[in-house]
Nanobody, 129 residues
Framework: QVQLVESGGGLVQAGGSLRLSCAAS????????MGWFRQAPGKEREFVGR????????LYADSVKGRSTIFRDNAKNTMYLQMNSLKPEDTAVYYC??????????????????????WGQGTQVTVSS
């Protein structure tokens, strides 16, 4: 069983930055596809980005592309989301997710919540105008 714990959320002014962390349990973290999603009140869970097990390949939603970076430290069992130039529309609860082997095919890009097996509890990000 994989357990995920997000941290690093908080209140930030528009244009500011935050770094979110996702700490994972498990002895095979380096084999997991890891993703970030977010959910605003009254809206469906939305894809933010994902990273391959080795950390070599990343994919981002258009809404955050160019101002967000996902990276991981497999020795620390931790994945990160660095967000810059934050906008009020970035306000949401941010969740990390993991898919353990056997992995899905990559044709869909791991953009859907159903492609992940494990989820954290979420951390709140609030961006003020």
């Amino acid at each position: 069983q994989v357990q995920l714990v997000e941290s690093g959320g908080g209140l930030v002014q528009a244009g500011g930055s935050l770094r979110l962390s996702c700490a994972a349990s498990g002895r095979t973290f380096s084999s997991y596809v890891m993703g970030w999603f977010r959910q605003a009140p009254g809206k469906e869970r939305e894809f933010v980005g994902r990273i391959s097990p080795s950390g070599i390949t990343t994919l981002y939603a258009d809404s955050v592309k160019g101002r967000s970076t996902i990276f991981r430290d497999n020795a620390k069992n931790t994945m990160y989301l660095q967000m810059n130039s934050l906008k009020p529309e970035d306000t949401a609860v941010y969740y990390c997710a993991a898919d353990a082997p056997p992995l899905r095919a990559y044709s869909g890009g791991y953009r859907l919540p159903g492609e992940y097996d494990y989820w954290g509890q979420g951390t709140q990000v609030t961006v003020s105008s």
